[in-house]
């Protein structure tokens, strides 16, 4: 018999697993259909939890598909002890934090790339997704207090993933480029996934494979004198944005070291005239 919508979200083993650990009083075992669940939790609950329900549901969705497609596998344990429900908490405050309008939206755009202290290189970093081709772009740029590029790197990866795994991936190869250099030792990292950056700063745990990719960013770090991981808002990350776009559009991996490409000089500028 096929499996319909009310078993695949609510009444499985894992997401079974997933509500116990999550929000028990949101399974409402009465309803015979998913449209009827709907409609019982709209109906009984305050905006704040419906919308966290519909971010639980979509990450029951996504995980049971990243599971039949990709083979990833999300354990009883990641979802029996509330992890599960925190990823799709951070998802959640990262969306109403993008859709937050009038003067924090303004705020927010107001808010532009600074240099970094004296003696200190800053790297931002960036991935692009080429969802249909299973193409990831990543974009590095590193730049010193004078706001003069040090190294620019487009890279390319042939893997499929999430936004999120991305993410962690750009994490990865910035850091992997700062240690290659190696004559930085005091390097300010930036990205703007914030569930990553959280995570890099050991505030956050992340599923298995992010957290493979965490790790090992992580241990790669130990090697510098001093270094941390800076959240920023996307309007900040426009030059390694640019670059991880480069990347999937040429198809190929670079590296420019003391001077960027000329494509990237408008912005590099009007980072520096804010």
């Given amino acids: 018999m096929a499996e319909d919508l009310l078993h695949f979200l609510r009444d499985c083993e ?28 709209i109906n009984s609950m305050p905006k704040q939890r419906v919308e966290q329900f519909i971010m639980f549901v979509w990450h029951i969705w996504k995980s049971r598909n990243e599971l039949l497609f990709d083979k990833i596998h999300c354990s009883k344990i990641h979802c029996s002890t509330g992890l599960a429900k925190q990823r799709a908490l951070d998802l ?5 934090g993008a859709d937050t309008k009038s003067t924090t939206g303004g705020q927010r755009n107001m808010v532009k790339w600074k240099v970094p202290d004296v003696d200190t290189i800053k790297v931002n970093f960036e991935p692009a997704l080429d969802l249909d081709g299973g193409r990831i772009g990543i974009g590095v740029i ?46 300010v990292f930036e990205g703007d996934a914030q569930t990553i950056v959280r ?14 990719y965490i790790d090992d960013v992580i241990s790669l770090c130990s090697s510098f004198n001093w270094c941390k991981f800076n959240f920023c808002y996307r309007n900040c990350n426009e030059a390694a944005h ?4 480069w990347a999937l559009a040429s198809d190929c991996e670079r590296m420019w070291v003391d ?16």
């Fill in 14 to 41: 894992w997401a079974t697993e997933f509500w116990w650990g999550c929000d028990v009083e949101f399974r409402c075992v009465s309803a015979q259909s998913f449209r009827e669940w709907l409609a019982w939790v």
């Fill in 92 to 96: 959640l405050g990262e969306y109403q």
């Fill in 199 to 212: 995570a890099l700063e050991g505030e956050l745990q992340r599923r298995g494979d992010i957290q493979l």
């Fill in 259 to 274: 001077e960027g490409p000329s494509w990237l000089q408008n912005v590099v500028i009007s980072d520096l005239s804010n």
């Fill in 142 to 187: 590193a730049r010193n207090n004078s706001g003069d590029i040090v190294l620019v790197k487009a890279g390319l990866a042939y893997a499929r993933g999430d936004a999120e795994r991305a993410e962690a991936m750009a994490a990865l190869e910035a850091v992997q480029v700062a240690r290659a250099h190696g004559v930085w030792q005091r390097i």
């Fill in 242 to 245: 640019r670059i991880a776009k």
